[in-house]
Nanobody, 126 residues
Framework: QVQLVESGGGLVQAGASLRLSCAAS????????LGWFRQAPGKEREFVAT????????YYADSVKARFTISRDITRNMVYLQMNSLKPEDTAVYYC???????????????????WGQGTQVTVSS
């Protein structure tokens, strides 16, 4: 049973930084991609960033490129999202998710991810 547990959310002011963590368990992730998505009130869930577990390839949404960095720790089965220069429009619930059978890919569609965490709230005040 795959489990993804997010942590690290909170309330910060615009311009601040936060690091989200995702603890992944329940299977080997060698052929998977692990990604971060977010959902703001009244909006659809959207892709933020993803990392290919085996090869380390990364891919970002344009809205977060150069501000956010995704990384993984294979030895600890952890995925991180370092968020810098936060903006009020980054306010959302952030979800960790895993796409199995990603091979060397970095998928960005929500439908490609089969397992999801419970989410962690990030609120950025202006």
């Amino acid at each position: 049973q795959v489990q993804l547990v997010e942590s690290g959310g909170g309330l910060v002011q615009a311009g601040a930084s936060l690091r989200l963590s995702c603890a992944a368990s329940g299977r080997t992730f060698n052929n998977c991609a692990l990604g971060w998505f977010r959902q703001a009130p009244g909006k659809e869930r959207e892709f933020v960033a993803t990392v290919n577990w085996r090869y380390g390839f990364t891919y970002y949404a344009d809205s977060v490129k150069a501000r956010f960095t995704i990384s993984r720790d294979i030895t600890r089965n952890m995925v991180y999202l370092q968020m810098n220069s936060l903006k009020p429009e980054d306010t959302a619930v952030y979800y960790c998710a895993t796409a199995v059978s990603a091979d060397w890919g970095t998928p960005a569609g929500t439908g490609e991810y089969g397992y999801w965490g419970q989410g962690t709230q990030v609120t950025v005040s202006s």
